[in-house]
């Protein structure tokens, strides 16, 4: 029986089971099963199709092992239309898999705020989550930018470089395992009108001089993973999120790995 559960969970159908939440039922034999019921509950917000699509689908096949390996449930939603206080209060944890703040509905934008402010739930965001600025027909979202330090997105490198990023709170349980520094290969670097460093803890930033191949697209002090300690929700931000590629890179799953279990904690 062992056997058969095991079967199923390394198939497709664990991304599935994952995505439901259900709770593991694991049998030893017919007379005798036991339940397992998550440690945590877990929502990630993704985007639904574009450049970012590949990049959000194998984040789904790795949560579902990791789900698994944690015992944490998670579910994913494509928009914000579902997000109210009431839907927010059934997670620990809030992931924003390159989904952009903007096009956020007036209710979802406010629920979001308290559970941030207010530590109702931890947070971790990737990427796109730092699109901030006037985009698609959208305003900027104010407190969004105040939540990522008071920066506003310019320019990205569009050829694609890879870099060294340097780890600064080795302490600290996100950077856990990750040593001084780690490689990331063909990322798109966004920079921001101002480092985020005064308004946050920085724990890794990209050393610009190790661009490779080398570009102008610069912008000198260059965080690229922090958390803002003036929120009580605890909460991670992880500009690297554009190629399904990450997650055959070891330091970037460590990364998120103890990115979920510090953040989750209540």
Known sequence: MLHWVHSILRSAKLVHLAGLGFALLLCSSFAYCQIIQPKFHVVAIAEAG???KPFV????IWLAH??????????????????????????????QLNYPPYAWTPAAAAAF????EEGRGGWIGFHHATLLGEFDGYPMWPWFSTFMGGIRFTKYIPTFVSGKVIVEAPSHPVMRNLGG????????????DKSPRPNVHVLASVDENTYTPATSIKMGDHPVVWTNEHVKARNVYIFMGHHAE?????AFTTLFHN???WAAQQ
């Open 246 to 250: 990450l997650f055959q890179n070891n």
């Open 259 to 261: 990115s979920i279990l």
């Open 113 to 116: 705020r308290r559970y941030i």
């Open 57 to 60: 689908d194998a984040a789904k």
């Open 50 to 52: 574009g450049i970012h």
């Open 181 to 192: 520094s780690f490689e990331i290969n063909d990322e798109e670097w966004y920079t921001y």
């Open 66 to 95: 990791e789900a698994q390996a944690d015992g944490f449930s998670i579910e994913y939603i494509e928009n914000t239309d579902k997000i109210d206080d009431a839907f927010l209060s059934k997670y620990q944890l809030f992931l």
